[in-house]
């Protein structure tokens, strides 16, 4: 399932897709926000249904909707098409978050075998890399024997298969007490992660990094293009910076060997926030290497912080906890999101430098944090 999920070859062109399309690049940032502002509004609630409700059978529904939003794109020739595609995707997305990973650690809790859950999510989140790279290498080729569309096709059919493949999940077994999740529980999540100022602190960090690379991630194809990287290595420089992933995926209970979850998080912030600076600073085409290392820490950030939160919370409110910090997480994306626009005013690399700068500034915070924390 995640093998097909992630086999999306529409990705490498989906800047030049919508710009066919006449969606501006204006719109694109517009329509992150407004992904992010869903999110932000039923990620909690979903997370709440998940816990009580079959975490598969969300899945199951979240990912049809992407499969949908696909088929929706396709169909589209105005903005209106393209947000209504957008809010598809971010609905799918909130129902299958904290839902997937509550169902991966419910089922090694099922079979005494929790100690494996930051391997397994390692090597899970590597085959989704690995399928996106296969989908980067064939999107970048067929698109230039092919239409736009037809990458958008395959896409379509890669999504039902993945959706066939859910069909055939199993709900675990869970360990519950006996206090039953009401919807006047909402806060829950919130409350658990607020009170825990450890993980507190490590949540910061994490939706601080998360929240920021996402501007990578969309905005890297303009990047390479202002420091003209020729369009044809862009399918190239798509697969490095998923490539490059999959060490710090499969490495996480390695480098915990070396150090905490903590000393980590404050390494991997403070190389995200300099790796934006550098980024707006000295625009060349070696900012694509700043850009993989950084990916390269991104990379094992997930499978260290979603280790030590599956370990704090308890079963019960675990999907609703995850849902709260992806509520977080896109929270954090509207409000960076405030910022790069800004700076977009001026450049693309001042937007980057920005970024850079605030992840700087929170991460200094946090540090401090952790400092009296320890003492």
């Known amino acids: 399932m995640r093998w097909f999920e992630a086999l999306i070859p529409a990705y490498t ?76 995707s971010a609905i799918g997305a909130v129902l299958r978050s904290g839902s997937e990973n ?19 999510l390692g090597r899970l989140n590597a085959i989704g890399l690995a399928a996106a790279v296969v989908a980067a290498f064939s999107g970048s080729l067929l698109a230039t024997q092919f239409p736009f569309e037809f990458n958008y096709m395959l896409s379509i059919v890669s999504l039902f298969i993945a959706t066939m493949c859910s069909l055939l999940l199993v709900e675990p077994r869970r360990v519950v007490n006996d206090e039953t999740m009401t919807w006047r529980q909402l806060k829950t999540g919130f409350r658990f ?23 990578v991630e969309e905005f890297w194809q303009l990047y390479a293009r202002d420091v003209s990287v020729p369009i044809y290595w862009f399918g190239a420089v798509s697969t490095i910076l998923l490539l490059i992933q ?77 849902s709260t910090l992806s509520m977080l997480l896109h929270g954090g994306i509207v409000g960076l999101g405030i910022l790069f626009i800004g700076g977009a005013g001026m450049s693309l690399f001042t937007a980057f430098f920005v970024i850079g700068l605030f992840v700087c500034a929170c991460q200094a915070a946090l540090s401090r944090g952790w400092i009296s924390r320890s003492g």
């Open 102 to 120: 509550a169902l991966l650690y419910e089922t090694l809790e099922q079979d005494g075998d929790t100690d494996a859950f930051e391997r397994l």
């Open 246 to 322: 999959i060490p710090g995926q499969l490495l996480a209970p390695i480098l915990l060997r070396v150090a905490p979850v903590a000393r980590w998080q404050q390494i991997i912030a403070w190389g995200i926030g300099i790796g934006f600076i550098l980024l707006g600073t000295f625009p060349n085409q070696l900012g694509l290497l700043w850009m993989a290392l950084m990916a390269l820490l991104v990379g094992a950030v997930e499978p260290l912080y979603f280790g030590v939160l599956h370990r704090s919370v308890p079963s019960m409110i675990r999907a609703t906890t995850e």
């Open 193 to 215: 992660i607020w009170n825990d100022k450890s993980l507190l602190i490590l949540t910061g960090s994490f939706v601080l990094v998360a929240a920021a690379f996402n501007f």
């Open 13 to 88: 062109i989906e800047r030049l897709f919508w710009e066919s399309r006449g969606i501006t690049i204006q719109e694109v940032v517009y329509m992150e926000i407004v992904y992010a502002v869903i999110v932000v509004f039923f990620e909690v609630p979903t997370g709440v249904l998940a816990d009580r409700w079959e975490r598969r059978r969300l899945l199951q529904i979240g990912i049809a909707l992407e499969w949908l939003s696909f088929i929706v794109l396709l169909l589209s020739f105005s903005l209106i098409g393209f947000v209504l595609a957008i809010s598809l």
